[in-house]
């Protein structure tokens, strides 16, 4: 059996406790920034596969002009619009 | 769907059934329209000059290719506050995308037609706000594309201000069931071979 001296046994049961503890508990959490929000919805919005969908395109100011609206459904990687313009 | 217009005239106000899928849309031929097929398409492929219609600007055409700007936000994205989307709690942001950083993201495949695309309509950086769930999920999206600064679409005679062209996507009903299937080969039309017709 090997021997393990207590110096050495102090840092290995420290880095057992480390792997051990949750990230959470010694990570404080952090808060995404507005950046990080917008740019992750194109992932998490993705991720739920399908959706309806509602679009509209027109001029802001006058003449205020509505090129094209359309609803439909989506599944973000074809979809099915319905519109009128 | 009636046609109330003169026999062998297409009704061009009515809706009109439009089919995205991958580089291919589909469009219904509305009524009256001398179509030899009920649909025909315009495809993206053979981009580059080989087809006049492929190297028309796609944006706008797909209400889900605006999820590709998320990705290229600049940094000082702004909180403005809490909202209800069709009555979902949301929170908006306003930020400017970097057209660079969506090229830079968009698939390298689509990168060519995506930039000559961009690049028609003058765009360098696109205003955008943006409202999001609480899980995080696109509610509303609203782009504004400054078509005076655009050498293809600009018109001098009208003030810059009645060139933008605003355009709003709204999500809702995540996960509700889609059954989406182009239609076949033989009922479809290309755009081109019609027009040379």
């Avoid at chain 1, 010694?26 to 995404?32: C, D, I, K, S, V």
């Avoid at chain 1, 739920?48 to 002009?65: D, I, L, Y």
């Avoid at chain 2, 001098?156 to 009903?173: H, K, S």
Wanted: aromatic share 6%; charged share 20%.
């Amino acid at each position: 059996m090997r021997h393990v001296g207590a110096g050495r046994l102090g840092l290995l049961l420290f880095l057992l406790a480390g792997c051990s503890t949750p990230a959470t508990q010694e990570t404080p959490a952090t808060q995404e920034t507005p950046a990080e929000a917008v740019a992750a919805a194109a992932s998490k919005t993705a991720e739920a596969k399908t959706a309806r969908v509602f679009f509209s395109t027109g001029q802001r100011e006058a003449p205020k002009t509505k090129l094209a609206t359309g609803r439909g459904v989506v599944d973000f990687s074809r979809q099915r619009v319905p519109g009128h313009g | 769907m009636a046609n109330s217009g003169p026999p062998g005239r297409a009704d061009l106000s009515g809706p009109v059934e439009l089919l995205v899928d991958g580089r291919a849309t589909y469009i219904k031929a509305p009524a009256g329209m001398p179509a030899p097929t009920p649909w025909f398409s315009i495809s993206l492929e053979g981009g580059g000059g080989q087809s006049p219609l492929s190297d028309l600007p796609q944006i706008g055409s797909d209400p889900a290719a605006g999820l590709a700007y998320l990705r290229g936000v600049s940094d000082d994205v702004e909180e403005i506050g809490s909202d209800q989307v069709r009555g979902v709690a949301t929170t908006h942001y306003r930020a400017v995308v970097n057209i660079g950083e969506v090229l830079a993201e968009a698939p390298p495949r689509d990168r060519d037609q995506l930039r000559h695309g961009l690049r028609m309509l003058g765009l360098e950086q696109l205003p955008m706000d943006v409202w999001l769930d609480a899980e995080g999920l696109l509610r509303r999206q609203v782009t504004a594309i400054d078509l005076s600064q655009s050498e293809f679409f600009a018109d001098p005679g009208r003030p810059a201000a009645a060139q933008e062209l605003v355009t709003t996507v709204e999500f809702y009903d995540f996960g509700t069931e889609v059954d989406i299937t182009p239609p076949p080969a033989d009922q479809v039309t290309k755009l081109e071979d019609m027009l040379n017709r």
